[in-house]
């Protein structure tokens, strides 16, 4: 596979890479046995890009897919921590879990609107500490806001963004409002302009735009500024699929079988906002004991009207 230079890193990845939440706890719960194996068959045909988080508690998938083998993908990790001494344990967490003396690139993971990156100024000074240390790479953040992205492109100190992208602007914000994707695409640009790696996630909404698969790898993969999309697999025909429309032999008519898809609402995520449940017509989302939105799914249609209304991109079909 193709692979581009990640902005000023010097680190080469692949123009896919793997999202390796989709195999964890909070979405296919896969066995790590399981989950590893459909990691190591992305690493054997060629993909070498990895993400990662702390609170995805994924680290023994990918330690256990690199077991026995000569791999050396590039991985990205994220923590939520907002002071020095937590960003210090999630970055020591991290070497230890995945049995590697240097993590390559290391976020603020989820960055809203401010007053959030100067509250975790701990936190970030942590992250340029470690890379002084040689302990990181490349430092940056990710984050789901325009106006967050925007900073970040100038910011000198910050070398890689990973922002929320895809062609129907599903969970994207900038400041309390919706955002577009013309905004976050205009962000993109510049950042990659200033020298800042890029890497895009949530291309296909959370899942809900796998139904318009080829357009929605085909908007983002040509904007400017992206050197790999990120994308949660799950199974081995997925990772197929993506590489043949990498190397332009996937059926132009190619539209994923939906048939065993459910809707599901990421609990670390949802804020009970209630924006889902108002407006899911068939009343088959409700309030749990913890006040979060949760799917009754016996009676979903899984028509995805609750997607687009979620400002937190909580929303995920799986």
């Known amino acids: 596979m193709k692979k581009n230079y990640l902005g000023n890193t010097g680190l080469l990845v692949t123009e896919v890479g793997f999202g390796v939440l989709t195999v964890g706890k909070t979405q296919l719960n896969l066995p790590v046995d399981e989950g590893a194996a459909v990691l190591r068959y992305a690493l054997e045909r060629g993909i070498n890009f990895l993400d990662t988080a ?13 077991e026995g083998t000569n791999y050396e993908p590039v991985i990205a990790s994220k923590s939520l921590s907002r002071s020095y001494a937590e960003m210090q344990h999630a970055i020591e967490e991290a070497r230890i879990a995945l049995n590697r003396d240097v993590i390559e690139i290391f976020l603020l993971h989820e960055v809203r609107s401010d007053p959030d990156w100067v509250n975790r100024a701990g936190a970030w000074h942590c992250l340029q500490d470690a890379k ?6 490349a430092v940056g953040l990710s984050t789901h806001h325009v106006d967050v992205a925007a900073r970040a492109a100038e910011t000198e100190e910050l070398d890689v963004l990973f922002p929320l992208i895809n062609f129907k602007s599903l969970g994207i914000r900038n400041g309390a409002l919706p955002g577009t994707k013309e905004e976050m695409a205009a962000e993109i640009k510049k950042a990659a302009a200033a020298g800042k790696g890029v890497f895009a996630m949530k291309i296909f909404g959370g899942g809900n735009l796998v139904g318009n698969y ?16 990120m994308i949660g697999f799950g199974y081995r025909h997925e990772i197929d699929r993506i590489l043949e429309f990498m190397d332009g032999t996937i059926d132009p008519d190619y539209v994923p ?15 009970g906002c209630g924006a889902c449940i ?3 017509p068939n009343h088959a989302i409700f309030r ?7 799917v009754d799914h016996h009676i979903c249609l899984t028509c995805g009207y609750c997607a687009p209304v979620c400002p937190v991109r909580a929303i995920i079909l799986l």
């Open 214 to 229: 080829l357009e929605a790898i085909r908007y983002v993969r040509e904007l400017e500024g992206i050197s790999s999309l």
């Open 257 to 271: 079988d939906l048939s065993n898809k459910r809707i599901i609402i990421d609990q670390g995520d949802c804020e």
């Open 288 to 294: 749990n004991q913890n006040g979060l939105a949760e």
């Open 278 to 280: 108002d407006r899911c």
């Open 54 to 66: 702390q609170y995805y508690e994924t680290y023994p998938y990918i330690r256990k897919a690199l």
């Open 132 to 137: 002084a240390k040689g302990l990181v790479k």
